[in-house]
């Protein structure tokens, strides 16, 4: 869909030589969403085990001390997660820029990005965002970047599972790969080209 207002070049169309600062990006997102949320115990933590199995010596078989022990079916884990990991990965904001850039280059040049000014025309209801949607063709995952997540826009897209509704000063590369269509208010194109023009690289 072409769009009616003018993309700034420095930011959707910018040379990207490979992706490997987009991966990295991408990872970094993901990473530093992961919640350190498994835990396993140690043997010193399991239950039971205070009986020793057998006798030390005449019953033919090796000798044990405790069925805690880690090689038993029950015992406790070796080197497993205990829930303080730190999974995140750092990106610095010069890189993190770079990133966002290429990426809206790539979304541009695959003709994802589209400008149209539906913050003006938020009503809160959703079958008039599901209209809105229809009219401009918009199918599958469309990422909706606005200045300001209105109660109305928010409202009227809660219930649409193929939308996602963002901030601009919170694009992510890992946001902008992962749809099809990007549509960008003109309110937030101002914001975007803030944030990421050559002044604030």
Not at 65 to 84: A, E, L, M, Q
Not at 111 to 127: D, F, H, Q
Request: hydrophobic letters at 40%; a positive charge; proline letters at 4%.
């Amino acid at each position: 869909m072409a769009e009616s207002t003018k993309l700034p070049k420095d930011i959707f169309a910018v040379e990207v030589p490979n992706h490997e600062l987009l991966k990295l990006a991408y990872d970094s997102y993901l990473a530093n969403a992961r919640l350190a949320s498994a835990t396993t115990k140690q043997r010193g933590e399991v239950s039971g085990g205070g009986k020793k199995p057998w006798k030390q010596k005449g019953t033919g078989r090796a000798r044990f001390g405790s069925t805690r022990n880690p090689i038993w079916r029950g015992g406790g884990v070796v080197f497993g997660p205990r829930g303080n990991e730190n999974y995140t990965k750092k990106l610095s904001k010069t890189a993190k820029k770079v990133a966002i850039r290429q990426a809206l280059t790539v979304a541009h040049d695959a003709k994802k990005i589209s400008v149209l000014p539906y913050e003006e025309k938020v009503t809160g209801k959703t079958r008039d965002a599901v209209a809105f949607l229809k009219q401009f063709k918009l199918d599958r995952k469309v990422l909706l970047v606005t200045s300001e997540k209105t109660p109305e826009l928010m409202r009227a897209t809660n219930n649409l599972q193929e939308v996602l509704v963002i901030r601009a000063n919170y694009l992510s590369v890992y946001h902008i790969l992962n749809s099809d269509h990007i549509v960008i208010s003109p309110q937030a194109l101002d914001i975007i080209t803030a944030w990421l023009g050559k002044e604030e690289a």
